[in-house]
């Protein structure tokens, strides 16, 4: 079986499962190391590669990723778990390589937390009324379903 079929085939970690103690204390990592970890497809990390979210050194034909490589894939996955755009993610990540990064990269993340956060509450507010919506027309379907079927039709 080659290397690729073998890091493919990997069962990820389930989702929301701490890494393993090792992992936090190893400093390079395979694609198929963080694919296993962090339940993401190989073609995933590819992908944000070709982004320029995360680095990996060539050996040959081989991606070696970095700690700060895998710190950076669990933000990019955090990030778009709470509902990020690549974009917004990359913008802040772009911070944590300034100089004065950590002070301007937390104003920029605490304003761009706080869009999300009204974000998401609106969509809260449109989804709990369409399910509002959808079980009075569940209500007046049963209601006229229980007439007819009452009625023998």
């Known amino acids: ?9 990997a ?3 389930p989702p929301g499962e701490a890494p393993a103690p090792a992992a936090a204390r190893q400093t390079t990592f395979t694609i198929g190391d963080l694919a296993r970890e962090f339940g993401v497809t190989l073609r995933t990390l590819r992908f944000y590669e070709d982004k320029g979210l995360i680095h990996p050194r060539r050996h040959g034909q081989t991606r070696i990723y970095s700690r700060r490589d895998r710190a950076r894939l669990k933000l990019i996955l955090h990030g778009k778990r709470v509902g990020f755009s690549l974009a917004e993610i990359s913008q802040m990540l772009d911070l944590y390589d300034l ?11 605490r304003d761009k937390f706080d869009e999300q956060i009204r974000f998401l509450e609106a969509q809260r507010a ?9 079980r009075r027309a569940r209500e007046v379907v049963s209601g006229m379903l229980k007439e007819r079927e009452s009625r023998g039709a």
């Open 11 to 13: 069962a990820p970690s």
């Open 1 to 9: 079986m080659s290397r690729r079929n073998a890091e493919t085939e």
């Open 126 to 134: 449109e989804i709990e009324t369409a399910i509002s919506e959808l």
């Open 99 to 109: 100089k004065d990064g950590q002070v301007t990269q937390l104003r920029v993340a």
